[in-house]
């Protein structure tokens, strides 16, 4: 390391030269700045530069102003940055320029801000033309200067991007031409001042010429674009922490913009679509990087580099895989060529498809450079969730309409949208929509999120579309540049036909493919694999998942369950890999037809009118878990007794009320109708979630669960006499006391010991803990239970005092958009609150009984997140819907290798 310069002591350094840092260093110099100074340490071709650290963020963004001592590192620095590169900032005759760019921790592409050529001002665009030399010389610098001028005013001061690039259309249009590269020296010249006036009179002041100014203006612009709503949005996102802040760093410029022998940009170690081995890129001869990333032109497959600069060709190969081997994983490359020497920009862990990271982890395992547990570190159960969405059955489907690069897989199906702010209120309204751009920006991101998926005519598999759209799992289609698309008159037209907005597309972000209309889906490969209907080879992408999720299987320590409440779904979570029931929910047996057998139970005034009710409901029960049992021979099947709030199984009030006034009113007899309006009457609750239900229910019904326990044990004893192993465990919902355990477990044991006298079948006797009560008395109610299996919808809802159906709709966004929840409490597990609960029950439930089974049969179990939590605090397995047991159970691999995802977030 270099010593420390003027400002800098050990505990107050706030700017770190690239050679001073490493890749270890992404808190404090985020992941550009640390990849920056790895590269450098590496000896590779770093344009020299240095990085202000998120520490110097963090202190901005707290008190609005930039902290002591960072002024006076920032100019010892640059003044090191001047003497390496032998010119100094703003240097009338010989400039130095710098790079003013934005690197937090985790990659966040484009959401943040980025200054160009900053450095330049009237009187020193003479002094860059002179480096280049003639007319060339002449259009780079002022073509140079414009570019800042519009870059600043934009990210530094607010102007709108729309008055730059209408003045630039304006110049373009008086030509008569349509790319930028037709503008001579002296349009350009022109264009500055338009942008001077343009700066002028939305800035309310006129654009700095003092460079040191304009260097502390994009270094704050930065630190509060941490804030902006586009990066707030993309982190929320992607549930990157939002106190995290950004490093600064300041690089001189190097020129892709200086003729057919200089260019820019962006290349992959692997492809990052499929997982394919072998270099993959886009490049832009005499552009800017910034070129490439907004599609704003159509660029060359990086193989066309070969032919147009093979030394420099060559040179970026060997860095690619110089950069791959010392990283271990897939490699995001930006460079530039300025007149023939290449430089690295930055690098860092590229984002994929979901695909793709299966198949590299793969990969790299069969090629030695990782582990299999570190290889399932490198998946997640969000890319695996991913694989199973549907694809196109293209055996039906129209011509289509056009194709451009697939950019990122899926079958995405939607009404073509051409404005983010409407694909945003559309998708609101219940709406599936394909977001339609010529190329998308920063700004776009809402309606990025709220499509399906995103289509654009213009860009690559390196465009900004491209790239977050694989960050978020989203479909997305780009460069199908035979699609012309009119933002403004939300249209697009392509071989003489036109899609207008509203009208319905499918994009295919496999292949590439633009389609009229809705094209039918099929099952994915994954779930076809998962479902028995395709061999574990039957592709590299399923013997990837094969592989990563057996390992995944033998090294969790977690169990994975289901939650099934018929055969037909019992069996299909069997096959993906569940290893037994966790809940079968017994109220939903009740439904449909018979319903009006619950209502007799309710109805029943006598003692032997409720007898009857109860014997009617007996063999239907038997029937039902006889089936479950089949399905899940010889594991275990945990079932609910009946827990729904009564009001589900009644008619509603106020229809029934009117109902028996009308036939009162027309002389008519209400009949039944009115007998059933009095239970309704006498049973109606203000807050049925908080009333007559679980074990409440049970006991305020004499019979009710002993039918139910009856016919459980009598479906067991049913199976095994036929050689089967039913497992049944018997769950009592919504104990608050173990006073209401005591009595509903002595009145189910008798009940089994009846039926099981000549048929011996095991049952266990447990709980729910969903009710607070209950987590914090767990260590007296294990007294009576066998198994706690948590409930971790209901105890979320009573934890927080939440009515899930109400208050999700009414402010959830509101207090996601606050920052006052990360994440919704219903989709991940509350740890510090209801996470705390858990811990407590399960400290002292174990304390009482030390063989007392612990699971989770909540919708937390299928989270990934949550599914980490639960490994940590010792329960025995997670139970989840069918579709979600195989991200259960490489998030429990993952969990017990203490796997996390790679730093491609």
Request: charged letters at 25%; aromatic letters at 6%.
């Given at each position: 390391?270099?010593?420390?310069?003027?400002?800098?002591?050990?505990?107050?350094?706030?700017?770190?030269?690239?050679?001073?840092?490493?890749?270890?260093?992404?808190?404090?110099?985020?992941?550009?700045?640390?990849?920056?100074?790895?590269?450098?340490?590496?000896?590779?071709?770093?344009?020299?530069?240095?990085?202000?650290?998120?520490?110097?963020?963090?202190a901005y963004l707290a008190t609005g102003d930039r902290p002591a001592g960072l002024d006076a590192q920032v100019s010892a620095h640059l003044a090191a940055l001047e003497e390496a590169m032998g010119r100094r900032l703003g240097d009338p005759a010989d400039p130095l320029l710098i790079s003013v760019r934005s690197g937090a921790k985790f990659s966040m592409p484009g959401m943040m801000e980025t200054v160009l050529n900053v450095g330049l001002h009237d009187g020193s665009v003479a002094g860059l033309a002179a480096q280049t030399g003639g007319e060339a010389g002449e259009r780079f610098a002022w073509d140079s200067y414009r570019r800042l001028i519009q870059m600043f005013g934009k990210t530094v001061c607010d102007v709108p991007g729309d008055a730059f690039a209408h003045a630039l259309d304006d110049v373009k249009r008086g030509k008569g031409v349509t790319s930028d590269l037709d503008l001579s020296a002296g349009d350009l010249r022109a264009l500055v001042e338009a942008y001077k006036k343009i700066f002028t009179e939305h800035a309310g002041r006129d654009f700095p010429q003092d460079p040191r100014e304009q260097l502390d203006m994009a270094v704050e612009a930065v630190f509060r674009s941490w804030n902006s709503e586009r990066a707030v949005l993309y982190r929320r996102q992607e549930r990157i922490p939002a106190d995290l802040g950004t490093a600064v760093n300041v690089q001189s410029m190097v020129f892709g913009n200086l003729g057919a022998d200089s260019g820019t940009g962006v290349a992959f170690t692997r492809d990052p679509g499929t997982g394919a081995r072998g270099a993959y890129g886009d490049y832009l001869a005499n552009a800017q990087g910034e070129d490439v990333v907004a599609g704003i032109r159509n660029t060359l497959h990086l193989d066309e580099l070969e032919q147009l600069d093979k030394a420099s060709y060559d040179q970026l190969m060997d860095i690619m895989s110089t950069l791959?081997?010392?990283?271990?994983?897939?490699?995001?490359?930006?460079?530039?060529?300025?007149?023939?020497?290449?430089?690295?920009?930055?690098?860092?862990?590229?984002?994929?498809?979901?695909?793709?990271?299966?198949?590299?982890?793969?990969?790299?395992?069969?090629?030695?450079?990782?582990?299999?547990?570190?290889?399932?570190?490198?998946?997640?159960?969000?890319?695996?969730?991913?694989?199973?969405?549907?694809?196109?059955?293209?055996?039906?489907?129209?011509?289509?309409?056009?194709?451009?690069?697939?950019?990122?897989?899926?079958?995405?199906?939607?009404?073509?949208?051409?404005?983010?702010?409407?694909?945003?209120?559309?998708?609101?309204?219940?709406?599936?929509?394909?977001?339609?751009?010529?190329?998308?920006?920063?700004?776009?991101?809402?309606?990025?999120?709220?499509?399906?998926g995103i289509l654009t005519s213009r860009g690559g598999k390196t465009s900004h579309a491209a790239v977050v759209a694989r960050g978020?799992?989203?479909?997305?289609?780009?460069?199908?540049?035979?699609?012309?698309?009119?933002?403004?008159?939300?249209?697009?037209?392509?071989?003489?036909?036109?899609?207008?907005?509203?009208?319905?597309?499918?994009?295919?972000?496999?292949?590439?493919?633009?389609?009229?209309?809705?094209?039918?889906?099929?099952?994915?490969?994954?779930?076809?694999?998962?479902?028995?209907?395709?061999?574990?080879?039957?592709?590299?992408?399923?013997?990837?998942?094969?592989?990563?999720?057996?390992?995944?299987?033998?090294?969790?320590?977690?169990?994975?369950?289901?939650?099934?409440?018929?055969?037909?779904?019992?069996?299909?979570?069997?096959?993906?890999?569940?290893?037994?029931?966790?809940?079968?929910?017994?109220?939903?047996?009740?439904?449909?037809?018979?319903?009006?057998?619950?209502?007799?139970?309710?109805?029943?005034?006598?003692?032997?009118?409720?007898?009857?009710?109860?014997?009617?409901?007996?063999?239907?029960?038997?029937?039902?878990?006889?089936?479950?049992?089949?399905?899940?021979?010889?594991?275990?099947?945990?079932?609910?007794?009946?827990?729904?709030?009564?009001?589900?199984?009644?008619?509603?009030?106020?229809?029934?009320?009117?109902?028996?006034?009308?036939?009162?009113?027309?002389?008519?007899?209400?009949?039944?109708?009115?007998?059933?309006?009095?239970?309704?009457?006498?049973?109606?609750?203000?807050?049925?979630?908080?009333?007559?239900?679980?074990?409440?229910?049970?006991?305020?019904?004499?019979?009710?669960?002993?039918?139910?326990?009856?016919?459980?044990?009598?479906?067991?004893?049913?199976?095994?006499?036929?050689?089967?192993?039913?497992?049944?465990?018997?769950?009592?919902?919504?104990?608050?006391?173990?006073?209401?355990?005591?009595?509903?477990?002595?009145?189910?044991?008798?009940?089994?010991?009846?039926?099981?006298?000549?048929?011996?079948?095991?049952?266990?006797?447990?709980?729910?803990?969903?009710?607070?009560?209950?987590?914090?008395t767990a260590g007296q109610i294990a007294e009576a239970a066998q198994f706690f299996s948590f409930g971790t919808n209901d105890l979320t809802q009573m934890g927080w005092g939440f009515s899930r159906d109400d208050v999700e709709g009414a402010f959830f966004s509101r207090y996601l958009e606050l920052g006052i929840f990360g994440v919704s409490p219903f989709e991940s597990i509350d740890a510090d609150g209801v996470g705390r609960l858990v811990r407590i029950a399960v400290e002292e439930g174990r304390a009482a009984r030390p063989d007392l089974k612990l699971g989770v049969c909540g919708e937390h179990g299928g989270d990934p997140d949550s599914v980490h939590f639960f490994h940590a605090v010792g329960l025995d397995y997670v139970s989840c819907s069918p579709f979600r047991v195989p991200i259960a159970r490489l998030e429990a691999g993952r969990a017990a290798t203490a796997g996390t995802a790679s730093d491609s977030r």
């Amino acid at each position: 390391m270099t010593g420390q310069r003027a400002g800098e002591s050990a505990a107050g350094k706030l700017v770190f030269d690239f050679a001073e840092g490493n890749r270890d260093l992404k808190d404090l110099l985020g992941g550009k700045g640390a990849n920056l100074a790895e590269m450098t340490n590496l000896g590779l071709p770093v344009p020299p530069g240095f990085t202000i650290t998120t520490a110097a963020c963090q202190a901005y963004l707290a008190t609005g102003d930039r902290p002591a001592g960072l002024d006076a590192q920032v100019s010892a620095h640059l003044a090191a940055l001047e003497e390496a590169m032998g010119r100094r900032l703003g240097d009338p005759a010989d400039p130095l320029l710098i790079s003013v760019r934005s690197g937090a921790k985790f990659s966040m592409p484009g959401m943040m801000e980025t200054v160009l050529n900053v450095g330049l001002h009237d009187g020193s665009v003479a002094g860059l033309a002179a480096q280049t030399g003639g007319e060339a010389g002449e259009r780079f610098a002022w073509d140079s200067y414009r570019r800042l001028i519009q870059m600043f005013g934009k990210t530094v001061c607010d102007v709108p991007g729309d008055a730059f690039a209408h003045a630039l259309d304006d110049v373009k249009r008086g030509k008569g031409v349509t790319s930028d590269l037709d503008l001579s020296a002296g349009d350009l010249r022109a264009l500055v001042e338009a942008y001077k006036k343009i700066f002028t009179e939305h800035a309310g002041r006129d654009f700095p010429q003092d460079p040191r100014e304009q260097l502390d203006m994009a270094v704050e612009a930065v630190f509060r674009s941490w804030n902006s709503e586009r990066a707030v949005l993309y982190r929320r996102q992607e549930r990157i922490p939002a106190d995290l802040g950004t490093a600064v760093n300041v690089q001189s410029m190097v020129f892709g913009n200086l003729g057919a022998d200089s260019g820019t940009g962006v290349a992959f170690t692997r492809d990052p679509g499929t997982g394919a081995r072998g270099a993959y890129g886009d490049y832009l001869a005499n552009a800017q990087g910034e070129d490439v990333v907004a599609g704003i032109r159509n660029t060359l497959h990086l193989d066309e580099l070969e032919q147009l600069d093979k030394a420099s060709y060559d040179q970026l190969m060997d860095i690619m895989s110089t950069l791959e081997g010392h990283y271990r994983d897939l490699c995001d490359i930006e460079f530039t060529i300025e007149r023939g020497r290449l430089w690295m920009l930055q690098t860092r862990v590229g984002k994929r498809t979901a695909a793709a990271a299966f198949i590299i982890a793969n990969q790299l395992v069969d090629e030695g450079v990782i582990d299999l547990d570190e290889a399932i570190g490198r998946v997640t159960g969000a890319q695996l969730a991913h694989l199973m969405f549907p694809a196109f059955d293209l055996s039906g489907a129209p011509a289509p309409l056009g194709r451009g690069v697939a950019a990122s897989p899926g079958a995405a199906v939607g009404r073509a949208v051409f404005d983010a702010r409407r694909a945003v209120a559309a998708a609101g309204a219940g709406e599936q929509v394909i977001l339609v751009r010529r190329e998308t920006n920063p700004d776009d991101l809402p309606g990025m999120i709220a499509a399906q998926g995103i289509l654009t005519s213009r860009g690559g598999k390196t465009s900004h579309a491209a790239v977050v759209a694989r960050g978020m799992g989203k479909t997305c289609v780009c460069g199908a540049d035979s699609l012309d698309v009119d933002v403004a008159a939300g249209t697009f037209t392509v071989g003489g036909a036109t899609v207008r907005e509203g009208d319905v597309i499918s994009i295919d972000g496999t292949t590439g493919r633009v389609y009229a209309g809705e094209v039918p889906v099929r099952p994915s490969e994954v779930v076809e694999y998962f479902e028995g209907t395709a061999a574990a080879d039957s592709s590299v992408l399923v013997a990837a998942v094969d592989r990563l999720l057996r390992h995944a299987d033998a090294a969790r320590r977690l169990g994975v369950r289901t939650n099934a409440d018929t055969g037909e779904d019992a069996a299909r979570a069997r096959r993906f890999g569940a290893a037994g029931i966790g809940l079968c929910r017994t109220e939903h047996m009740f439904l449909g037809d018979r319903r009006e057998l619950v209502e007799r139970l309710i109805l029943a005034g006598t003692d032997e009118a409720r007898s009857a009710a109860l014997a009617a409901l007996l063999p239907l029960q038997r029937a039902d878990f006889v089936e479950i049992f089949e399905a899940m021979d010889g594991l275990p099947v945990t079932v609910r007794l009946i827990d729904p709030p009564l009001h589900e199984f009644l008619p509603e009030l106020t229809e029934l009320s009117v109902k028996v006034a009308v036939a009162r009113a027309r002389g008519e007899d209400a009949g039944r109708d009115a007998a059933l309006l009095a239970a309704v009457q006498r049973m109606h609750e203000q807050n049925p979630m908080l009333g007559l239900r679980g074990v409440r229910l049970g006991l305020m019904i004499p019979g009710l669960f002993a039918m139910q326990v009856r016919a459980i044990a009598e479906a067991a004893v049913a199976c095994a006499a036929r050689g089967l192993d039913p497992r049944p465990e018997i769950m009592v919902p919504l104990v608050g006391a173990v006073q209401e355990l005591e009595f509903v477990r002595a009145e189910a044991e008798e009940v089994v010991a009846a039926v099981t006298a000549d048929q011996p079948v095991p049952v266990l006797i447990g709980t729910m803990i969903e009710v607070p009560r209950a987590a914090l008395t767990a260590g007296q109610i294990a007294e009576a239970a066998q198994f706690f299996s948590f409930g971790t919808n209901d105890l979320t809802q009573m934890g927080w005092g939440f009515s899930r159906d109400d208050v999700e709709g009414a402010f959830f966004s509101r207090y996601l958009e606050l920052g006052i929840f990360g994440v919704s409490p219903f989709e991940s597990i509350d740890a510090d609150g209801v996470g705390r609960l858990v811990r407590i029950a399960v400290e002292e439930g174990r304390a009482a009984r030390p063989d007392l089974k612990l699971g989770v049969c909540g919708e937390h179990g299928g989270d990934p997140d949550s599914v980490h939590f639960f490994h940590a605090v010792g329960l025995d397995y997670v139970s989840c819907s069918p579709f979600r047991v195989p991200i259960a159970r490489l998030e429990a691999g993952r969990a017990a290798t203490a796997g996390t995802a790679s730093d491609s977030r």
